[in-house]
């Protein structure tokens, strides 16, 4: 999938992009990445019938030492950490770039990338179980799911950082 904003010739993109830049493109693309992979889940509950997961909550909840105690409280939790996880895997991803790992083998490396963010806070947490005790069909599901993040930000980092 090569064209503008993909390639995956070695090598800085800039030398005078400031870091800063580098920061808010993957900060942008993470919440991007994000917004597409929410669009997925969506998609796929419809189909599924499988419910919302509030592990990211249950996680932040753990982090901040926090407890909700609402609906619109756990919901809240969930959406800032499953937005603010996006975007900060979205800095990893655009500093990726800047340094010449783009394209779809970049792709390929951010989807562990993004697994290994979850998987690390989730279980440090204890909110989390490992992904090879989970049932076969929500150990691909969650790949899937994961893969639209990493290939929609990989896509808008590489695009917005390439010139």
């Given at each position: 999938m090569s064209g503008p904003g993909r390639s995956t010739t070695p090598g800085r993109v800039t030398s005078s992009l400031p870091i800063s830049s580098v920061i808010f493109y993957g900060l942008g693309a993470g919440l991007v990445g994000v917004t597409m992979m929410?669009?997925?889940?969506?998609s796929e509950q419809l189909l599924t019938s499988r419910p919302n997961s509030y592990v990211p909550a249950r996680t932040l909840?753990?982090?901040i030492s926090v407890r909700a105690s609402t609906d619109?409280?756990?919901w809240g939790l969930n959406m800032a950490m499953h937005y603010g996880q996006?975007?900060?895997?979205?800095?990893?991803?655009a500093l990726m770039s800047w340094n010449g790992?783009?394209?779809?083998?970049a792709d390929l490396i951010f989807v562990g990338v993004r697994l290994l963010i979850d998987q690390t806070l989730e279980n440090w947490t204890g909110v989390g179980a490992p992904p090879w005790t989970w049932p076969v069909d929500e150990q691909i599901l969650d790949i899937l799911h994961k893969t639209v993040f990493a290939v929609t930000t990989g896509w808008a980092v590489d695009r917005w950082l390439v010139t």
């Open positions: 929410t669009l997925a889940e969506k909840e753990r982090l619109t409280q756990l996006g975007a900060a895997a979205g800095v990893i991803r790992i783009r394209g779809p083998f």
